[in-house]
């Protein structure tokens, strides 16, 4: 079988080799031998006799056309050593549970970005991470809002009938469908089959609003579904302040939001994972980092190089167990642990 190198002719027009190009041997002499050995799967023994040289000079000439890049190694892993490996690979180096690759994110087409393809490519992995975590009629599904989860939902995902789906914070009067946390909640009850379960309050109530509310039996319903939850579904937010698109409740201003790294069900966390607060935080009416810690089967799904910092502290947290990701940016996340 041929050798999985490529030699490249490195003489000019004329067939001599350039100025740029000499050194101890010929150019020529270089492909040839390259060729010989790696296209034609000649041995050296073979190349030293039809060179008519030894064959210590012919390993010297292969080694002196890989320098000169006449020859140019291309190591292409194998099919089975596809994504299931870097999955296991990246969850291995942020000590996950599981990790899902989903599809590469095809071209999104004329008129059409990368978001909105998000969704239809995610849903599938989602659908498989939700039936793997069995769950039960009664048991409590988790879902946060943000843009991913809700392009997540416009998709089939898995059937769970009777499972009570709940959202992980409250609302807030943007218009982006993405920030009402009740429809998400509706959505992704529908995709599953479930039974939704509204949270009727602001995310960051005022403080003469916030303990009235809190003690709503309605409001305080939702808020006991946290800590029994079976499951969650979240998205990974990308460092606040870098952000285009956030919250409006978010004080983008406060200066300890400056070492915030990412958020979770909005709440936000630094390199090392710890918890950050705000100014008003307090009054978040959001379920706790710590509630998340304890959740059986945690899935954060995200994607794009403006999550990577915020997927691996969030990992280092441990406000996820699993993740859900495309291929390019599960690369990514490796190559970051691994300068680490």
Request: positive net charge.
């Given at each position: 079988m041929p050798r999985s190198v490529q030699p490249t002719s490195a003489a000019g027009a004329d067939g001599q080799s350039t100025p740029a190009e000499s050194g101890h041997f010929p150019a020529s002499l270089l492909y040839a031998a390259a060729k010989l050995y790696y296209n034609e799967d000649a041995t050296q023994a073979d190349v030293a006799g039809q060179l008519g040289t030894s064959r210590a000079t012919?390993?010297?000439?292969?080694?002196e056309a890989k320098r000169r890049g006449i020859v140019r190694i291309e190591v292409v892993p194998p099919a089975e050593l596809g994504s299931g490996d870097i999955a296991d690979e990246l969850a291995r180096a942020l000590s996950l549970d599981r990790v899902i690759l989903s599809h590469p994110l095809p071209n999104p087409g004329p008129g059409r970005t990368a978001v909105d393809v998000m969704g239809g490519v995610l849903a599938p992995a989602v659908g498989r991470a939700l039936a793997?975590?069995?769950l039960l009629p009664g048991d409590v599904l988790l879902v946060?809002?943000?843009?991913?989860?809700?392009e997540v939902a416009q998709h089939e995902l898995v059937d769970l009938p009777g499972v009570l789906v709940a959202p992980t914070v409250g609302g807030t009067d943007q218009p982006e469908e993405w920030y009402q946390t009740n429809e998400i909640t509706r959505l992704v009850a529908n995709r599953v089959n479930g039974r939704p379960n509204y949270l009727f309050a602001p995310a960051l109530p005022g403080a003469d609003l916030h303990p009235s509310l809190t003690n709503d039996p309605s409001i305080q319903r939702v808020l006991h579904l946290w800590p029994r939850a079976r499951c969650a579904l979240m998205g990974v937010g990308a460092p606040p302040l870098m952000r285009s698109d956030i919250p409006q409740f978010v004080p983008t201003g406060s200066s300890s939001l400056r070492s915030a790294i990412g958020d979770v069900c909005s709440r936000f966390y630094d390199r090392a994972g710890e918890p950050v607060e705000f100014n008003g935080s307090d009054r978040l009416i959001a379920v706790?980092?710590?509630v998340l810690r304890h959740v059986p089967v945690s899935i954060a799904v995200a994607i794009g190089k403006d999550k990577v910092e915020s997927i691996v502290a969030g990992a280092r947290g441990g406000y996820f167990n699993q993740l859900i990701t495309d291929p390019a940016t599960a690369t990514a996340i490796l190559k970051t642990t691994e300068s680490t």
């Open positions: 012919v390993s010297r000439l292969l080694a793997a975590a069995g946060s809002s943000g843009r991913t989860v809700y706790e980092l710590g």
